[in-house]
């Protein structure tokens, strides 16, 4: 293991946990990650210290509107946009929902939205919605023998009436990363609002608002080593001209004007921390050569959390291979996910002969390997890839904090075959 990979190790609690005598391998990264001893230590010190509500008068009040501040700062540099452009939210799911129905008051019957079927159903649903007050809610087709975005058909769809392009930048079950600055740019010479599902994303790689220039993106802080919160990206001059849903007492302009009631003022504490996290590594260990070419032009923390996360995808990525490479030669497997050499996600997808992907996950499970099986909530992908009988697929998602060792005790128990009987969970 090298030095980095073994500092990594040491900053997470939950990897000393034992199943059946076998130590845990979390291999459900897409599921959400590991948290690290920063992040546990700064919801405390949130608790502890700083407990209160926003405005008021006294010392933890104080406290929380600073730190709430200093987290908008801290999600700026992760996304590279500014902190007037950082709302805060119960998850992803909810934050489309909201912005899904201020979007719809500024469109009317007739207008279009364009969803894709590689999307998560939580940027599907919320636009769904929409066509019960008469827009017209169209899908993108997905090639199904490469797992990628058709981007024909995308070009076919987007028309002079499609207001809305709503897209993930990763797909979760099969790890798929799409060119979201192409479709970004063709659905702005479209006339079109384009709203990023980077949940899956942005655990995984750098994620650069100003490069791509979308005008809303989303992701989730427990999906890169933080607790359950979802953070929206809004371009200022859009969000501020939308009527969101919200209190008399709320701000009325952006970021704040998305946001609901108290927000999870812990999560929100322990997401900086884990942003603080990514960038710490990129620090200590990202004055490697090919690293710093990479960031030269950069400063500061977003320096640094750029060197991190591209630390963590160079190993990932060399995992990724390893572990496709052992699941190709057992014949029961079929992989699914985009060809080699496309873009891709350390999120690694398979059937396994005539068993359902529950079956494998339990197998596995008995061993120690946590890793889930179903739909992901990407179901129309499941429905689309005729996987829906079987259970849908089997998905080992990699992060930073996993080893060769545990994806070699994957193959292993997955060469010996899948024995049901006697498991103990
Ligand atoms: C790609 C993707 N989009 C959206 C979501 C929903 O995120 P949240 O749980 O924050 O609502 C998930 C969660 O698994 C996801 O993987």
Redesign the pocket.
């Known amino acids: 293991m090298n030095e980095l990979i073994e500092y990594v190790r040491k900053q997470f609690p939950s990897l000393e946990m034992q199943v059946n005598g076998f130590p845990a391998a979390f291999l459900d990264g897409?599921?959400?990650y590991q948290v690290p001893h920063r992040v546990i230590a700064a919801v405390q010190n949130y608790l502890v210290n700083m407990n209160a509500n926003c405005h008021g008068a006294y010392l933890t009040s104080q406290r929380t509107d600073e730190m709430l501040q200093s987290a908008r700062e801290a999600f700026a540099d992760f996304l590279n946009c500014s902190y007037e452009e950082v709302a805060f939210g119960?998850?992803?799911?909810?934050l489309?929902f909201f912005l899904a129905q201020a979007m719809m008051r500024e469109m009317h019957a007739g207008d279009k939205v364009l969803i894709t079927e590689m999307?998560?159903d939580?940027?599907r649903a919320p636009w769904l919605e929409l066509q019960e007050r008469g827009i017209v809610v169209e899908n993108v087709t997905v090639d199904v023998n490469s797992c990628t975005l058709d981007m024909d058909d995308f070009k076919t769809k987007l028309t002079a009436t499609t207001k809305v392009v709503a897209c993930?930048y990763?797909?979760?079950a099969v790890g798929t990363i799409s060119d979201i600055g192409q479709i970004i740019k063709l659905a702005h010479e479209a006339g079109a609002f384009t709203v990023v599902?980077a949940?899956?994303y942005a655990a995984h790689k750098p994620t650069d608002i100003n490069a791509i220039g979308p005008d809303f993106l989303?992701c989730?802080a427990?999906?890169f080593f933080g607790p359950?919160i979802?953070i929206l990206y809004a371009k200022k001059d859009v969000l501020g001209k939308l009527r969101t849903m919200r209190v008399r007492s709320q701000k009325s302009y952006p970021p704040y004007m998305i946001e609901t009631g108290t927000l999870n003022h812990e999560g929100i504490a322990g997401a900086k921390a884990a942003v603080e996290f990514v960038a710490d590594i990129g620090s200590k260990f990202g004055n490697r050569s090919e690293i710093q070419q990479q960031v030269n032009h950069l400063h500061g923390r977003r320096r640094d959390i750029v060197a991190g996360l591209l630390l963590f995808d160079d190993y990932e990525q060399q995992l990724t291979e390893c572990l496709i490479n052992g699941l190709s030669e057992i014949q029961e497997i079929t992989l699914y996910g985009p060809p080699r050499g496309h873009p891709r996600t350390s999120t690694v997808s398979f059937t396994y002969a005539d068993h359902t992907a529950a079956d494998v996950a339990k197998y596995l499970a008995a061993k120690g390997l946590f890793v889930w099986a179903g739909d992901?909530?990407?179901s129309t992908l499941i429905d689309r890839l005729g996987l829906r009988d079987q259970g849908g697929l089997v998905r080992i998602g990699i992060a930073p904090y996993n080893t060769e060792d545990e994806l070699s005790r994957v193959i292993e128990a997955l060469k010996n075959g899948i024995i049901l009987e006697g498991l103990k969970i």
Do not use: E, L, W
């Open positions: 897409p599921g959400g119960a998850n992803m799911t909810t489309s999307d998560h939580a940027n993930n990763a797909q979760n599902d949940v899956h989303i989730s427990y999906k359950h979802g992901f909530y990407a």
